[in-house]
């Protein structure tokens, strides 16, 4: 139980144009998602919290114009970066909670060109 | 706000002796502190955690130990073998919420 997916797995894409990066808990229901950052060999980065039905808190330094979340339903949350640029290139990585555990998804590696 | 820090950054072991890494932090509200272990360009898998009620939980090769009063927690792995291999992260919730903060992450190289 506690599986989280991730969509897509890799993506590239030119500056200047949106990717939405998907994240479904698949056999539990989550009405607290997270949304964090990880730079190759550095730990992970907290973006903010998703919270179902309700606008998501952003940690301080992120900008929320830039880095778009909904979470529509209790298994979907997404995050759209907005007019990506070359250093939003990073791997991103969701965790859903479940029973106060989060358990990750596989993480999207976004390359902007 | 929350601040963890993580130590060693790097541990190299021989195959079958213990590994020791270790967390302060530095909220006294933080009441949730999970290990996390990934392997390179994987997701981060929960390997043990324990909450503030306990001093110490154990599974099989793997404890925690919690210091409430000194704010800290290890992982303390038994009996090292080379599929340990990875990088393990710490981490505690912010006080009175659910998110987490992670810690500077240790490479632990478990040699055959």
């Known amino acids: 139980g506690a599986v989280v997916s991730q969509h897509p797995s890799r993506v590239i894409c030119k500056s200047g144009t949106s990717v939405k990066i998907e994240c479904r808990s698949l056999?539990?229901?989550?009405?607290?998602m997270f949304w964090y950052r990880q730079f190759p060999k550095k730990s992970l980065m907290l973006m903010a919290t998703s919270n179902e039905g309700s606008k998501a808190t952003y940690e301080q330094g992120v900008e929320k114009d830039k880095f778009l979340i909904n979470h529509a339903s209790l298994t979907l949350s997404t995050l759209t970066v907005t007019s990506a640029h070359p250093e939003d290139s990073s791997f991103y990585i969701c965790s859903a909670e479940s029973e106060e555990t989060q358990y990750f998804g596989p993480g999207t590696r976004l390359l902007v060109l | 706000g929350e601040n963890v820090e993580q130590h060693p950054s790097t541990l190299s072991v021989q195959e079958g002796d213990s590994a020791v890494i270790k967390c302060t932090y530095s909220d006294s509200a933080s009441n949730y502190f999970p290990w996390y272990k990934q392997e390179l360009g994987k997701r981060p898998q929960l390997i043990i955690d324990?909450?503030?009620?306990?001093g110490e939980k154990k599974d099989q090769r793997i404890a925690v130990t919690l210091n409430k009063t000194a704010k800290h927690f290890s992982l303390h792995i038994t009996e090292t073998q080379p599929e340990d291999s990875a990088v393990y992260f710490c981490a505690v919730n912010g006080g009175a919420t659910n998110k987490l903060i992670f810690g500077t992450g240790t490479l632990l190289a478990v040699q055959p």
């Open positions: 056999d539990f229901q989550a009405t607290t």
């Open positions: 324990i909450r503030s009620n306990v």
